[in-house]
């Protein structure tokens, strides 16, 4: 113990000479400004070392009785907290390196974070010389930061290469500083770069990085690629077949990366792939056999064209969509959720453009059984979540985290939280209390002419104003989200168009451009930034017709390659090098098998509250699962799989995982086994036509058709014929017959060829 407090007492006075020497300069060193500010200086040192993060002192209650602003989002609290707290013991101006803030991190004093600090480094130089030089508070005439750039803003390195980044912060005095050493820096891709604390990137794998540097609340994004060791000449990307502006920006991206593109997927492949992704529902075999035989060039965008005037399309994307919108049976009352729904089935059906359908979200008000869309204000209900839910489902932007302090992963304020959430402050309803359960569902949104929401660090409201927008003036009587949709909806709104073209091109290609599609931030960039900027624009270009959208996705020859891999593209997996198979979503998949057995799933329970007060109904039987209408329905195979729970605005919310669970429910589970032995099931009528003399060839082609759209080959249609053979025995019995013909459906629906979409 005596020998610990004598290195204890040697550190502490080496600490206090070296700050005697700092402080008898006016000066620091040549590499550090003259003048040192608070907020500018002295806060990204902390920041950097971690002592304001979220596990240490930036926690909600602090650590060891002392708090900071989570990575310094309130640099006057921090000050107060330094300067004058406890008595004003953390800092010692007649000598500062007893200065507690200085004696702890460098182990001067016991630090129950350690070491951070060394007496020798820039970090305590800086910190030292603020506090001998009075501790300056913030004042409103310090220069504010006004952009952070990182260089090189791309690079194509090799494998084992490195680059240091360097990253410069401009300041509103004009000034511009190397912050390098106190940025934070992280890699999007870890198996592709890491990147060291020093800004140093080293590659690990092929592929493509973003390094996301934070500084100050600010971030800058550097593209890091590496390319595949590929020897792919230069004329296969230019002889591969374009359609649109897709193919030649997808085609420059697997160019830079030396990924060569899967050739063009068969007819059958592209049927089956087009009716999922587009409808929802598997062809038929009739579909399917006149799609083969049109020998027309143009057959494939007739297939689009009439997809996207079906009934099923409406279903379908009525489905989708009611994902975003959390049409919830458990949260509303029937007769609203039934108009929620109605609503949104109307408008999809009349294909309105999606500004027209966000704008009308936004600015409901009036009778929620009358006005479908009203009941997005019954399930967000304080100007907190209504701003939360907007930013999340229309613009792909989680601002949750800057409720409490600016936001670590992007750049949204505190301030600016507020500022949104103030645009609904005089939302007001009437008709029930906080339970949208009680009663018939019956709620009236209005308006008041007068509210304001205070922001919580101040005790006085924000501005109103949407995220980058102009704020509006407090006494302005016109309804704020008005004001608050014409934003959003704007060209001049970038995340608006990218976050609803994103959406519709992982419904279709398996994966969004950024991923989650419903993480749109600056730190999550896109896997192809030219291509979403692109798809953006197209949207806007062509007024938010979302068909639009997904006609030009489907002619593309990126929607239409292969989904088999290459030697040189089996490693792609954000790309599109090929065409990314994944399971389908529960209810396409309940469907599938429903439609292949003949035999309907029955939907009858929704869930409302406590099982005592528990209401029931019934869908017609024949219901499809993507007609459902409440997500409430009561169904384990959905469950099992994955369906959305629509509780939060979240595609995370749905999950396409594998498990145990769902394996067995395939393999031994009553959805398809119990479907399949039902007297009237698809069994039955392959036996009829057995009798009546089909062959077994013909049985089994009819069988792929039906299951995976296409034919048997050879060798398939040979060995499964040869393994039912037994089935023409004399002395195989009826009920034999029967459970040949379940196995041999049974063997095909629970392939991955069926399962998935491909």
């Known amino acids: 113990m005596a020998f610990k407090k004598q290195i204890s007492s040697t550190v502490f006075l080496c600490a206090t000479v070296l700050l005697l020497i700092f402080s008898a300069s006016d000066t620091l060193s040549a590499d550090q400004p003259n003048e040192v500010e608070f907020t500018r200086h002295v806060l990204p040192v902390f920041s950097k070392l971690g002592c304001n993060s979220g596990a240490c002192h ?37 000598e500062p390196g007893r200065s507690l803030i200085l004696s702890k991190p460098t182990g001067a004093l016991p630090h129950k974070g350690g070491l951070l600090l060394d007496p020798d480094s820039r970090d305590y130089e800086i910190i030292a010389t603020w506090i001998s030089r009075g501790a300056r508070a913030p004042a409103d005439d310090d220069a504010t ?3 952070l750039a990182i260089t090189p803003q791309q690079a194509s390195l090799g494998l084992d290469q490195e680059l240091p980044l360097t990253v410069t912060a401009t300041y509103s005095d004009g000034r511009i500083e190397d912050v390098t050493p106190w940025a934070r820096f992280t890699s999007s891709n870890l198996p592709v770069v890491t990147v060291g604390k020093s800004g140093v990137a080293n590659v690990a794998g092929h592929g493509e990085a973003a390094v996301v540097v934070w500084f100050s609340s600010r971030l800058a994004v550097a593209k890091i690629q590496v390319p595949y060791d590929n020897a792919v000449d230069a004329e296969a990307f230019a002889v591969a077949p374009r359609r649109n502006f897709i193919d030649e920006l997808n085609l420059a991206k697997l160019q830079s990366l030396r990924l060569p593109p899967s050739p063009r997927c068969d007819d059958a492949t592209f049927i089956r792939r087009a009716f999922l992704d587009c409808i929802g529902v598997l062809p038929t075999v009739e579909e399917v056999e006149q799609f083969a035989g049109d020998e027309s060039g143009d057959k494939r965008d007739a297939l689009i064209e009439a997809l996207l005037q079906r009934d099923e399309y ?5 489905y989708r969509w009611s994902d975003v919108f959390l049409i919830n049976g458990r949260r509303l009352r029937p007769p609203a959720v039934k108009a929620y729904y109605t609503w949104l089935k109307r408008v999809v059906a009349e294909n309105r453009p999606w500004n027209e359908v966000v704008t009308e979200v936004v600015t409901a008000k009036g009778s929620s059984l009358v006005e479908g869309a009203t009941n997005f204000y019954a399930l967000h209900q304080s100007p907190e979540e209504m701003a939360e839910n907007v930013s999340q489902a229309f613009m792909g932007l989680s601002i949750g985290c800057a409720k409490c302090h600016n936001h670590p992963l992007e750049k949204w304020t505190n301030d600016q939280y507020y500022s949104l959430a103030n645009m609904f402050a005089r939302v007001r309803a009437k008709g029930w209390g906080d339970n949208p359960r009680d009663g018939d569902g019956l709620r009236t949104i209005f308006l008041a002419t007068a509210g304001e929401l205070d922001q919580p660090l101040t005790g006085k409201p924000q501005p109103p104003a949407p995220l980058d927008g102009q704020p509006l003036e407090f006494g302005d009587p016109v309804d704020r989200r008005i004001h608050l949709a014409k934003w959003l909806t704007s060209v001049d709104n970038p995340y608006f168009s990218r976050s609803v073209a994103n959406r519709i091109w992982a419904n279709f290609m398996g994966r969004g451009l950024v991923e989650s599609v419903d993480d749109m931030r600056l730190s999550n960039p896109a896997s192809n930034e030219p291509l979403l900027a692109a798809l953006a624009n197209y949207v806007e270009d062509e007024n938010f017709n979302l068909k639009s959208l997904m006609r030009v996705i489907m002619q593309s020859e990126t929607y239409q390659r292969s989904g088999d891999a290459l030697p040189g593209n089996v490693a792609d997996d954000r790309f599109y090098a090929r065409y990314f198979p994944r399971r389908m979503i529960a209810e396409k998949l309940l469907d599938a098998i429903s439609q292949v057995s003949k035999i309907p799933t029955e939907f009858k329970i929704i869930e409302h509250g406590a099982a005592e007060t528990r209401d029931t109904e019934e869908y017609p039987l024949g219901t499809r699962a993507m007609q459902l209408y409440d997500s409430a329905v009561v169904s384990r195979f959905l469950a099992t799989f994955g369906r959305n729970s629509r509780d939060i605005v979240c595609e995370c919310e749905r999950t396409n995982k594998p498990s145990m669970v769902q394996v067995l429910n395939i393999a031994n589970g009553v959805t398809i086994n119990e479907k399949l032995s039902n007297e009237n099931s698809c069994v039955k009528s392959v036996l009829e036509n057995l009798a009546g003399g089909e062959s077994l060839e013909s049985i089994v082609n009819q069988a792929y058709l039906v299951t995976l759209s296409r034919p048997p080959n050879p060798e398939e249609l040979e060995g499964v014929v040869s393994a039912i053979s037994i089935i023409n025995d004399a002395d195989t019995g009826a009920d034999q017959k029967h459970v040949i013909i379940e196995d041999l459906y049974w063997s095909l629906m629970s392939s991955r060829e069926f399962l998935f979409q491909h």
């Open 58 to 94: 930036g926690a909600l209650a602090g650590k060891g009785g002392f708090k900071l602003s989570l990575d310094a989002y309130n640099p006057l609290g921090d000050h107060f907290s330094i300067t004058r707290q406890s008595k004003g013991r953390r800092i010692e101006m007649a």
């Open 145 to 147: 930061l006004e952009s």
């Open 314 to 318: 409406v279903d379908y994307w009525t």
